[in-house]
C-alpha cells in the first residue's frame, strides 16, 4: 500500500494536483504509523499540514495535526503532542466537525495519559465518551471507555476502571472491531 501511495504521490506532483498530494502524503503517513515507522510518518503528516493550510483545506489540516498527535504520543513526546491535539480541537471545534471533535477528545486523552495526567485524561475521555454517544460513533464511545479504564486504573479507582474496560470490549465486540481480541 505505501508503495502505490507514493506512485501516487509522484504522479500527484508532476500534474500539480496540491490537493490530491496532500491527502496522498497524509495516507502515507497513516500507513507508516501502521507500520510502527512513526519518524517518516510524522515527516509526512508536517508535509501533508503544510500543504493543507496552503490550500486552506481545514478538514485535512485539523486530520494532518491530530496525526502529528498520534504521532508524537506514539514516539513518547506527549507534551509535544497534546500542543498538536490541543490545535487539532481547535480547527474541529470551529469547522463544527463533531465526530472529529470525538476523535480527538480521545486524542487528547491518550496523551494527557501518557503524560502522567491521569485526571486530564479523565476529563478529556469523558467529554469524547458524551459527544460520540450524542453522535452513535460506538467505536469512539469504546476508545473513550477504554481510555476512561486505564485512567481510573492509574488513578488507583479500580472499581470504575473495570466498568469502563467491561464496557469498551462489549463496544468493540459489537462492532467487530479487532480491539476485541486483544
Known sequence: AADH?????????????RDGEAHTLNNLGLIEQQLGEH???????????EQFRAL??????????????????????????IGYFQQALAIVR???????????LNGLGE???????????VAHHTAAL?????L???????RAHAGLGHAHHTLGEHGSARAHYEQA??????????????
Open 5 to 17: 501511495h507514493r506512485q501516487a504521490l509522484i504522479l500527484y506532483r508532476q500534474t500539480g494536483d
Open 39 to 49: 519518524r517518516p510518518a510524522a515527516a509526512h503528516h508536517q508535509q501533508a499540514l
Open 56 to 81: 486552506g483545506h481545514r478538514d485535512g489540516e485539523a486530520s494532518a495535526v491530530d496525526n502529528l498527535g498520534i504521532v508524537h504520543t506514539r514516539l513518547g513526546r506527549p507534551e509535544e503532542a
Open 94 to 104: 470551529a469547522i463544527g466537525e463533531r465526530g472529529g471533535e470525538a476523535w480527538v
Open 111 to 121: 496523551a494527557s495519559h501518557t503524560a502522567g495526567r491521569a485526571a486530564d485524561a
Open 130 to 134: 458524551s459527544l460520540a454517544t450524542q
Open 136 to 142: 452513535s460513533a460506538g467505536d469512539q464511545q469504546a
Open 169 to 182: 470490549l462489549a463496544v468493540y465486540t459489537r462492532l467487530g472491531m479487532p480491539e476485541a481480541e486483544v
